[in-house]
C-alpha cells in the first residue's frame, strides 16, 4: 500500500537544524512476522516498518514487537467494537435520537485501542471532545456511552453530559473547550509526581489544537518540573474543515515541543501505535525523563462533527482511497489471515459478535430513563463536599439537603 505523504506547503524549506526526515509511514499492513513459535499461547516476534516512527531529539522505539496470538485477536475485536459503537452512534443521531454536538473517531480506533494497550490501567488519560472509545476502553461500557449520548441515566455521567463529558476513575474525559484538556492533563500529571506514583498521563489533542497558547504553556511548566506527561497530537490532517498545512506553519507537530523530545507515529498500524505508546510510558515514569510528545498521523473518515458532511474541504476520492487502503482493522485483519492466527470465517465470527455486542448495548440504552428533576441537584460537588444548601434560579428552587 502507498503511504499517506506528509502535508508540507510548497514554498516550505528544510529545517537548518536537522536533515529533511522520510515522511512517517502510514499504511497499515507493512508489519512483518519475524519469527513464529510452535506453540500459538507463547509471544511471537514482529518487525514493524523503518518507516513507523520518526523521532525529534530522542531515540526511536524498537522495530521488534513481541506480541501473542490473544492479544492480537483482542486488539482486532477491540478495534472492531469501538468501531461498530460509532457507527451506531452515526444511526442514532441521523434518527434525531442523540441531540447536540457528536464527533467520532471512525478511522481513528488504532489509536484508542493501542494507547490502551501500551499502557497500565493505573495511568490516566484525557482527551478532547472525539472521546468515545477512550471511555470505554478506560474502564467505561458502551451502554455507558450510548446513554450519554441519548441523554439518559444509563449514561457514564447518568445524561447529563452528552457526547463531549464522560469520564471514568482513569479517564479525565472529553472535553468540549478546543486545547483545555492539555493543561488539565499536565496538572494530573503534576498530581502524580506530587504523590510520588509511579503512573503518567496521556494528554491527547487534535492538530486543530496545536497552536492554542494554552497547549504551549503547559509544554512549558511540563518540562520545567519534569512532569510524567505524554502530549499525544492526533493529526487526522484536518482541524475542523482546515487542512493541517493552511493552519500551521510546522506540520511535524512532534517537532513542536521545542525542549520535549518528540515521537511521529504511524497512527494507522495498532502495532506501531501500541509499541509507541509503551516507548513513552517507559521514558516518563521508568526512566524518569520528564515529558515526551507524540504525534500519530491517522485519519478520521466522518467529518469534523456530526453536522460537517467531511467532503466540502477534501475530496471523496481521498477519503475513499484511505478507507481501501489504509484502514487500521483492515490492515490488522491481514496480518491475522497472512501468519496463520485466525481464519476468515473465525473473524467474521469476532465481527458477528462485536456488532451484536453493540446492538445490545444500544437497545439497553435506549430503555433507559431521561434524568429525572432531582438529578439536577447531584454531580455538582464532589461526594462529602456539598453545601447545606444550593441556590436555584427561583426562591422556591432553592435545594436543602
Known amino acids: 500500500m502507498a503511504s499517506l505523504a506528509r502535508l508540507r506547503m510548497a514554498h516550505r524549506l528544510p529545517r537548518a537544524s536537522r536533515p529533511l526526515a522520510r515522511s512517517v509511514q502510514t499504511s497499515a499492513d507493512t508489519t512483518q512476522l519475524h519469527s513464529s513459535p510452535s506453540d500459538p499461547s ?5 518487525k514493524l516498518h523503518e518507516d513507523s516512527f520518526q523521532s ?48 467520532l473517531a471512525i478511522g481513528q480506533e488504532a489509536v484508542s485501542v ?11 488519560v484525557i482527551t478532547a471532545y472525539r472521546c468515545h472509545p477512550f471511555a470505554v476502553m478506560r474502564g467505561g ?9 441519548l441523554g439518559r441515566q444509563d449514561g457514564m455521567s447518568h445524561g447529563k453530559g452528552g457526547s463531549m463529558h464522560i469520564f471514568t476513575p482513569t479517564f479525565f474525559g472529553g472535553n ?10 499536565t496538572g494530573v500529571a503534576f498530581a502524580q509526581k506530587y504523590k ?7 494528554a491527547l489533542y487534535g492538530d486543530g489544537a496545536s497552536n492554542q497558547g494554552q497547549v504551549f504553556e503547559a509544554f512549558n511548566m511540563a518540562k ?13 490532517r484536518y482541524g475542523m474543515g482546515t487542512s493541517a498545512a493552511r493552519s500551521s506553519s510546522n506540520t511535524e507537530y512532534y517537532t513542536r515541543g521545542d525542549k520535549i523530545p518528540g515521537l511521529q507515529v504511524n497512527g494507522m498500524d495498532i502495532i506501531a501505535t501500541k509499541q509507541a505508546v509503551a516507548y513513552a510510558r517507559k521514558w516518563a515514569v521508568d526512566d524518569d525523563k520528564g515529558p515526551l510528545l507524540l504525534e500519530f498521523v491517522t485519519y478520521r473518515y466522518g467529518g469534523h462533527s456530526m453536522s460537517d458532511p467531511g467532503t466540502t474541504y477534501r475530496t471523496r476520492e481521498e477519503v475513499q482511497r484511505m478507507r481501501s487502503t489504509q484502514d487500521p ?26 456488532k451484536a455486542e453493540v446492538d445490545a448495548a444500544v437497545e439497553v440504552a435506549k430503555a433507559s430513563p431521561e434524568p429525572s428533576t432531582k438529578d439536577l441537584w447531584t454531580d455538582i460537588y464532589y461526594k462529602g463536599t456539598e453545601p447545606p444548601f444550593m441556590r436555584g434560579r427561583e426562591r422556591e428552587e432553592v435545594h436543602v439537603y
Open 42 to 46: 507463547l509471544p511471537f516476534t514482529l
Open 224 to 236: 520545567l518540573w519534569n512532569l510524567p506527561t505524554i502530549f499525544v497530537c492526533e493529526n487526522n
Open 176 to 185: 468540549g473547550i478546543v486545547g483545555a484538556q492539555v493543561p488539565i492533563g
Open 329 to 354: 482493522i483492515r490492515g490488522l485483519q491481514k496480518y491475522i489471515e497472512e501468519w496463520g492466527m485466525a481464519t476468515e470465517q473465525e473473524l467474521k465470527a469476532l465481527d458477528k459478535a462485536a
Open 114 to 124: 493501542g494507547l490502551e494497550h501500551g499502557i497500565l490501567p493505573t495511568d490516566r
Open 141 to 149: 461500557t458502551i451502554k455507558g456511552v450510548i446513554g450519554e449520548l
Open 56 to 103: 525529534y531529539q530522542c531515540d526511536t522505539p524498537d522495530l521488534e514487537v513481541q506480541l501473542t496470538k490473544e492479544e492480537l485477536l483482542l486488539m482486532y475485536r477491540q478495534m472492531q467494537t469501538m468501531r461498530r459503537m460509532e457507527m451506531a452512534a452515526d444511526a442514532l443521531y441521523k434518527a434525531k435520537l442523540i441531540r447536540g454536538f457528536c464527533h
Open 196 to 202: 510520588g506514583e509511579k503512573n503518567c498521563t496521556f
